[in-house]
């Protein structure tokens, strides 16, 4: 009797040991909600900001893919923000966007994985398709290399961070029993998942491991290269294999599945990061063209046509477009190709390339396609759609979910025409038809604390560019205009 009790001891004394830390770990998570005592199936919900066990929920599922825009950055509320308030009992809306991630190779991946689980794929992406090209060529030839602003390209890290998400993504996936070619989870993997001990001792491990202490050095951008960091071969390749992934991805949709692309908007009245002029008179054309930029965002145009005889460049173009704007003689379009033709030839395309939106506009039996370019016009309210080069504001990701919204046959629609987005207006207009035909009006609250943060991360990302942009007028707009409405939304 005592060898049995002995032996019971032995291996329920570790049981008991692990029951007592759980318990422990538990109570210190329900106090304190640190991440050091979640369990792994938490840290997933966390870090990815996505519930997965809203997928066994009898609601239509949205999954989102893109970039820092579709994700939401700088402002106090992304689209699909938006669209979940405006029906919070319709969707379940997962945003899988990530800040910096291409689309190819990136993106995909992730939609790839869950593509099963989803009534509705959105993808709203096209600004960072260069860095996919730039990670695969880094990772391909095993180098590190460095752009003209001391900014660093690590392909092989990029990938690994990119297949971690998609482990991530697995886990929890896996942990709601809903992983594809699995119909349960193992009792151990479960039972992994779950323990904050297990989590915890990752945490530790992970900080102990050595990390480089390399730091990017960032310098200014020149206004002119003798060739640029991505060619023309290069954007057309990154074109071809932007259109080449949606229209693989359409055919792993079921019949019941329902796509939704969507062009992405592009801040065109901001000048191009690179211009390229194949010449040895770089410094002095330099010279010349920050004259010509002081003079035309001085509202001073009359020394401008001088500039007409200048070398083609991104530049060029693009100071075109702003003469024409301000000459008043030619169509507002006519000056919009200008400015287009400037995202086009810039050598360090930031933007999305204009090829993209077309080859977008242009897909046919893909699902459903959205434009929300096509509502912007070269007037006074342009500059409110963005936040900065690319980002949209709040009112940019406004005019996107009302785009959405119809897409997915809802007669909802924000309330643009008199919305006014000043500093702390987190008082938003939402206006729905009724089967009645009664127009119903909606009061839809930010919170104050997500508004400050939005300003907040936007002048932190001016700050950043402003200390390697080449041409700094339209960071220093955004950025006057980001400082005031914190200050005022401060008081």
């Not at 190709?337 to 993209?356: C, H, K, M, S, T």
């Not at 939106?357 to 893909?366: D, E, G, M, P, V």
């Amino acid at each position: 009797m005592n060898l049995i009790k002995s032996i019971m001891l032995v291996f329920l004394s570790p049981i008991l040991f692990v029951i007592v830390i759980e318990l422990t770990l538990f109570l210190l998570y329900q106090t304190t909600h640190s991440k050091y005592f979640e369990s792994f199936n938490e840290t997933v919900t966390t870090e990815l900001k996505i519930d997965f066990s809203d997928l066994n929920r009898d609601k239509t599922k949205v999954a989102i893919f893109g970039g820092s825009s579709a994700f939401g950055y700088a402002s106090p509320a992304s689209f699909s923000d938006l669209i979940q308030k405006a029906y919070p009992n319709e969707f379940i809306i997962h945003n899988y966007a990530r800040p910096g991630d291409p689309f190819v190779g990136f993106q995909s991946e992730y939609l790839k994985l869950v593509i099963p689980y989803y009534d509705v794929i959105i993808i709203y992406a096209g600004h960072n398709e260069i860095w996919s090209k730039l990670y695969l060529e880094s990772a391909q030839r095993n180098v590190e290399f460095e752009l003209l602003d001391g900014s660093k390209v690590d392909g092989a890290s990029a990938i690994l961070k990119r297949d971690q998400k998609l482990a991530a993504i697995n886990r929890g996936l896996n942990a709601q029993q809903l992983s594809q070619g699995v119909n349960e989870v193992h009792t151990a993997t479960w039972l992994l998942y779950s323990l904050r001990s297990a989590n915890l001792m990752r945490r530790v491990i992970n900080r102990l491991r050595p990390k480089s202490e390399q730091k990017t050095s960032v310098q200014r951008l020149p206004l002119f290269d003798n060739k640029p960091i991505v060619d023309n071969k290069s954007k057309d390749e990154i074109s071809r294999n932007f259109l080449k992934e949606i229209n693989d991805l359409t055919h792993e949709l079921h019949s019941n599945q329902n796509l939704i692309i969507s062009t992405v908007l592009s801040n065109d009245l901001y000048p191009p990061s690179l211009g390229v002029l194949n010449t040895e008179k770089t410094e002095l054309l330099s010279s010349k063209f920050t004259t010509y930029y002081k003079n035309v965002f001085e509202d001073n145009i009359k020394i401008l046509p001088d500039m007409k005889l200048m070398p083609d460049s991104s530049h060029k173009s693009f100071l075109e477009g702003k003469l024409c704007l301000a000459e008043l003689i030619k169509p507002i379009e006519v000056c919009r190709q200008f400015l287009v033709e400037a995202r086009r030839n810039d050598g360090l395309p930031y933007r999305a390339l204009p090829e993209i939106s077309q080859s977008i506009k242009s897909l046919r039996h893909a699902g459903d396609t959205v434009d929300p370019e096509a509502d912007l016009r070269l007037d006074e309210t342009y500059l409110k759609y963005f936040v900065d080069f690319q980002h949209p504001s709040l009112l940019g990701h406004m005019l996107i979910a009302n785009k959405m919204l119809k897409a997915l046959g809802k007669n909802g629609q924000y309330d643009l025409k008199d919305h006014t987005p000043s500093s702390c207006d987190g008082n938003l207009v939402f206006l729905s038809l009724q089967d009645n035909d009664n127009m119903i009006h909606k009061s839809i609250i930010l919170k104050r604390d997500e508004i400050l943060r939005a300003h907040q991360t936007n002048i932190d990302w001016l700050n950043k560019f402003l200390k390697s942009s080449a041409v700094r007028y339209m960071h220093d707009y955004y950025l006057k205009e980001a400082i005031a409405k914190l200050e005022d939304c401060s008081q």
